[in-house]
């Protein structure tokens, strides 16, 4: 069992509470089974948005710790960015550069995920909802910029199923998984699906002539025989996931 949990806002948040470092908090959730992070509550990291966005999360500094920590300790994780708000084209380039830099000193991130602003049913309905031109191109944005990351992930139940399907030839080599249910968008008022088959996913695949791996958390093949299975060499960013 592999357990993916805590946003380093979250860990930050404990370690306030605890009054206890960053570094103790991943350790004690590391001996309760913690095997790796998600890359949540990144935001925006440019100050300028992120004080309008989200001024009460921990500041890009701390969001940067914590991963710096975690990677240390030996856990990997994902970074993402929320975009499409109040952000210009100079905050996104400033988020990837960040990363990048962090990426060069621990390697310890997986896969960076694009994550569109859902402006309905939020304080911000205001704004239009980004273009599927503005997604491709963030999305090849990233994989021309962070080189240095094994994978970049077309989130499709964000995108929506298409739009992923097109983003594996705009730099994107994962599409996520089946999903069971999914709460975040959807609150939000997201039309997507909450789940798609095994079937669909490789459909999806197929269509963008691609071929289809099953992996799983770190990015390792899933070898299936039968009703059997084992975990295999890690996969290559040739193919989609």
Known sequence: LHIKAWTPVEINWFSFMTKKPTRWVLEQMMEAGLSSMP?????????????????????????????????????????????????QAKHRIDHLCRLRELQDETGGFQTFIPL?????????????????????KVI??????????DHIKAYWIMLGEKTAQTALSFGADDLDGTVVHELIYHDAGAKTPEGLTVEQLHR??????????????????????????????????????
């Open 39 to 87: 890359g949540g509550g990144a935001e925006i990291f440019h100050p300028e948005i992120r004080e309008q966005i989200c001024e009460h999360k921990a500041d890009s500094e701390t969001w940067f710790e914590v991963h710096r920590e975690a990677h240390n300790l030996g856990l990997r994780s994902n970074a993402t960015i929320l975009y499409g708000h109040y952000e």
């Open 204 to 241: 999806l695949i197929n269509e963008a002539g691609r071929i289809p791996v099953e992996r799983d958390t770190l990015y390792r093949h899933i070898v299936r025989e039968g009703a059997n299975w084992s975990v295999g060499e890690p996969i290559l960013t040739s193919a989609a996931t």
């Open 116 to 136: 569109a602003f859902h402006p309905e049913n939020t304080g911000m309905s205001d704004i239009p909802k980004p273009s599927g031109l503005m997604d491709l």
């Open 140 to 149: 090849a944005l990233s994989r021309i910029m962070l080189d240095n990351f």
